[in-house]
């Protein structure tokens, strides 16, 4: 009885996480349902303006999409590549004294506050591109993009590190006793052994980065922009739904459950790099 006690206690405790995700899908879902009696979904995905506070109203989701995606490819260009080469040399290259003062450190960037991110963007980031492209408007996607590529880079690093360090020792022995250098077994060993598990870290950042509210909200600008140019100004989904809640729109009213419609959206693209995430790791997993 005590062990069919535990096993309930934790079936209860592990419900949590799929029935909180069940109910958000359920508001979202019958708050959208709402929102598209008046607003057609073809005019939801194809309209290329987003203007809820006109006359006449429009709402085409490609806009914010399009800030959101491009935001967060600025963000992902700076935090794969950064994270995966501290990944490389925490586990392959630093000594251990060297690799347990860095990682604490370097996990530090994940528990700044975001707003701090975006504050830093906009008084810091954006005051030096500016200097190097003075038509730079001081709110735009690219700074926005750079702070929230630094926020990711723990992210990145940490879990790809972790997957590398499970690589098992006679993996790189064996290298190594073929006459592979150091970096030949990292790249051709060590990552190939630990690819679901860096596909996963890369799954993570990107979820991460679309997810993003804060920083875009500070630094990126309020501005609906379809444009895929991040030297512009532009509106995230997530910034979006900040500016309604600030109490912008009416509560009950058309434009203020496009938010749920936006943020139906915005939970579709992520459950779709989740699931390609998914698909990465069964296919590239490794059995030893």
Sequence with gaps: MKERGIELLLLAAASISVLATVGIMVVLISESLSFFKDVPVWRFLTDTQW?????????????LLSGTLTSSLVALLIAIPLGTVIAVYLSEFAGFRTREMAKPI?????????????????????????????????????????????????????????????????????????????LQTAWRVVMPGAASGIGAAYILAISRAVGETMIVAVAGGMQPNLTVNPMQEGLTVTSYIVQVAKGDLEHGSV?????????LALMLVTLLFNLLGAWLRRKFRETY
């Design 51 to 63: 203007t809820p506070l006109f006359e006449n109203p429009q709402f085409g989701i490609f806009v």
């Design 106 to 182: 370097l996990e530090l960037l994940g528990g700044v506050p975001t707003v701090v991110y975006g504050f830093f963007a906009m008084l810091v980031i954006t005051p030096l591109l500016q200097k190097i492209m003075p038509n730079l408007p001081g709110y735009n996607l690219l700074s926005a993009g750079l702070a929230m590529g630094l926020m990711i880079i723990p992210y990145v690093s940490s879990l790809a590190e972790d997957a590398m360090r499970a690589v098992p020792m006679h993996m790189r022995e064996g290298s190594y006793a073929m006459g592979a250098t150091k």
């Design 255 to 263: 434009g203020y459950q496009s938010i749920f419609a936006a943020g």
